[in-house]
């Protein structure tokens, strides 16, 4: 039944490079919307704070600004919208696809997605932010040398997925260079003009 709950409820996919702004944007969706918020860096950070076996090869690969296995998140992601499914109108998943591959291997095995909503912005401010919050997140991928990884692995598979959701007319792009309710303001208008 809950596999059943998948395939009437939104997904919406959330992508941008890493200090775009993403997760900051995703909680004020979900005040207004009501959506359900799956973010999988925050999942993947959960099962490394669980001390598992798995959890401290994830640090490895996070600190080092590289992907974690694409069947590590998609399980993570899918055990996680099955056991919210029943209670959620929609779902956004923040931070996903990360590479091409992982979109596609979505659809075949969750469900469509309704759109994309992708965050555009320079890498110096990508950099500044994420410089910012490192004063006080004590993220173990806050840091000058792991920023400059996350950006190179960002920017080379940025243009597939957009290429790929723009074809299929499912890319909302935001600018998100600006203040987080200005750029909010964009989002919400995304929104709307999907039906939502
Ligand atoms: P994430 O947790 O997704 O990290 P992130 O890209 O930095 O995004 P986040 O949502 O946290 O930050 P935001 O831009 O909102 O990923 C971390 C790592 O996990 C990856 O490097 C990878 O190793 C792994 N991973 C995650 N998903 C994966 C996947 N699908 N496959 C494989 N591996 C995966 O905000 C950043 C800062 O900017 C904040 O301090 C915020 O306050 C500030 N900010 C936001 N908007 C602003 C604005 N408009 N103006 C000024 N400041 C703003």
Redesign the pocket.
Same mark, same amino acid.
């Given at each position: 039944a809950a596999e059943e709950a998948l395939k009437s409820t939104k997904v919406v996919f959330v992508l941008?490079? /890493? #200090?775009?702004?993403?997760?900051?944007?995703?909680k004020k969706i979900v005040e207004k919307f009501g959506y359900t918020h799956l973010?999988? #860096?925050?999942?993947?950070?959960a099962e490394v704070a669980s001390g598992s076996a798995q959890g401290k090869k994830?640090t490895e690969? %996070?600190e080092?600004?590289?992907?974690? /296995?694409?069947e590590?998140?998609l399980m993570l992601?899918k055990d996680n919208m099955i056991a919210r499914a029943p209670n959620s109108r929609g779902f956004l998943i923040?931070?996903? /696809?990360?590479?091409m591959e992982?979109g596609v291997r979505f659809e075949d095995e969750v469900r469509e997605s309704d759109f994309l909503l992708y !965050?555009n912005v320079s890498e110096e401010? %990508?950099t500044s932010?994420?410089l910012?919050?490192a004063q006080t997140?004590g993220?173990v991928?806050?840091n000058e040398e792991?920023i400059k990884q996350?950006l190179k692995? !960002?920017s080379e598979n940025k243009n597939a997925i957009m290429e790929y959701y723009s074809k299929g007319n499912k890319m909302e792009m935001i600018t998100?260079?600006?203040?987080?309710d200005?750029?909010f303001a964009e989002v919400v208008r995304a929104f709307e003009g999907r039906g939502i």
């Open positions: 941008g490079g /890493p #200090g775009s702004g993403k997760g900051t944007q995703c973010s999988t #860096g925050d999942l993947l950070r994830l690969i %996070m080092k600004g590289e992907l974690v /296995p694409l590590t998140v992601l923040d931070g996903y /696809p990360r590479e992982q !965050f401010t %990508m932010r994420l910012g919050r997140s993220r991928d806050d792991t996350r692995t !960002f998100a260079e600006k203040s987080v200005e750029v």
